[in-house]
């Protein structure tokens, strides 16, 4: 067994019981131990329910997004670059960070974000998206920067309140209970940290679920105004990654902004910031990164939500809400 980092230790847990781990994966708790293989360090139960065991099936047929062919670091951070929202995580995220990016895929936003001293623990329930992104850290010599863990969010192997940042992206909804499976990443948030979450909105996913009616009725031949689709002709697999996740998955939740601020308050987390924003007409005015640039007013988020049915259909409907843990004392 490669002894674990020990960098990486103090970011880790056991699944079972929640103890740290030493650095060769032993639990100081229940004195399991956990292995690595292939790069990625295995902190999986296999005892989760018939629902997520689905999903980690699905995915494993084919790794979601997938990496572009011939994709390197200069490219990678290319595209990074050509990215709003990997822009500014980039920038609110402090050069010795701790993040975990939960459900991280293929891993391209740890990847990105794993520059200066930062630690990036790439955790996914599904191993053959992980191995993936692991090969990649190990070809551009960023293995003592990442981390990669696979485990499930609901009994994760990773440390509660270690985290400067928890990012959650594309997760939650396909997951059988969204607003608890964000109670349980909001407690690895550090006092004072980020959480910074993507989901599908309820309102700017229905152009897509039109789309998917018309997919399904042509046989999965007609798949019309998506572009994704269109710019993925000549990459078969990232192509069919997408294909599978936009129209054959199956689990799918949708929630509104409201919603997903109810789910940050009833776990300590003061909402800061959505993205794109939630404030009507005044972007000019809004300040950098993920300073405080919100207003609870329903009538609001339903009319910025209603335009978003335009603005963010293409790409599927997903929206980002950023929160800070705000109480002084973790839930037990
Ligand atoms: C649509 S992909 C999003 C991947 C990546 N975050 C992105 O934005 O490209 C959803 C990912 O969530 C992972 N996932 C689903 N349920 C999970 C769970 N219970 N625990 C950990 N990961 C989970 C899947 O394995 C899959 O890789």
Redesign the pocket.
């Known amino acids: 067994l490669p002894p674990l980092s020990t960098r990486f230790s103090d970011l880790l847990a056991c699944p079972a019981c929640a103890a740290p781990l030493d650095p060769t994966l032993a639990c100081t708790g229940c004195a399991r131990r956990h292995s690595t293989s292939s790069g990625v360090v295995d902190l999986r139960l296999q005892t989760g329910d018939a629902a997520?065991e689905r999903?980690?099936r699905f995915?494993a047929e084919a790794p979601?997004?997938g990496h572009p062919p011939g994709l390197d670091y200069a490219s990678l951070a290319a595209l990074g670059g050509r990215s709003e929202l990997a822009q500014r995580l980039d920038q609110a995220i402090a050069p010795d960070a701790a993040v975990a990016?939960?459900?991280?895929?293929t891993g391209?936003?740890s990847l990105f974000l794993a520059s200066a001293d930062r630690r990036l623990v790439a955790?996914?329930?599904?191993r053959a998206?992980l191995e993936v992104g692991a090969e990649a850290a190990r070809r551009w010599g960023l293995v003592g920067r990442i981390c990669f863990v696979e485990?499930?969010?609901?009994a994760p192997g990773l440390r509660d309140g270690a985290f400067d940042v928890v990012y959650c992206?594309?997760?939650l909804h396909?997951?059988p209970a969204p607003a608890r499976?964000f109670a349980r990443i909001a407690r690895l948030v550090r006092p004072g940290g980020l959480v910074v979450v993507?989901v599908y909105n309820r309102y700017a996913r229905l152009l897509h679920r039109l789309r998917r009616v018309v997919a399904r009725t042509s046989g999965m031949r007609r798949f019309p105004w998506d572009p994704v689709l269109r710019a993925r002709q000549a990459e078969p697999a990232r192509r069919q990654a997408w294909l599978r996740?936009q129209y054959l998955h199956p689990l799918e939740h949708r929630h509104t902004i409201g919603e997903v601020f109810g789910w940050f308050r009833d776990q300590g987390i003061e909402p800061v910031r959505t993205h794109p924003e939630s404030l009507l007409g005044v972007d000019s005015e809004a300040p950098p990164g993920f300073d405080p640039y919100v207003d609870d007013f329903a009538l609001e988020h339903l009319l910025v939500q209603l335009g978003w049915m335009f603005t963010l259909a293409a790409e599927g409907g997903l929206f980002i809400a950023v929160g800070r843990r705000s109480d002084a004392a973790l839930q037990a």
Do not use: W
């Not at 485990?151 to 609901?154: E, G, P, R, Y």
């Open positions: 997520t999903v980690r995915y979601f997004p990016d939960v459900g991280c895929g391209q936003m955790a996914d329930l599904t998206s485990t499930d969010l609901f992206s594309g997760v396909h997951t499976a993507g996740d």
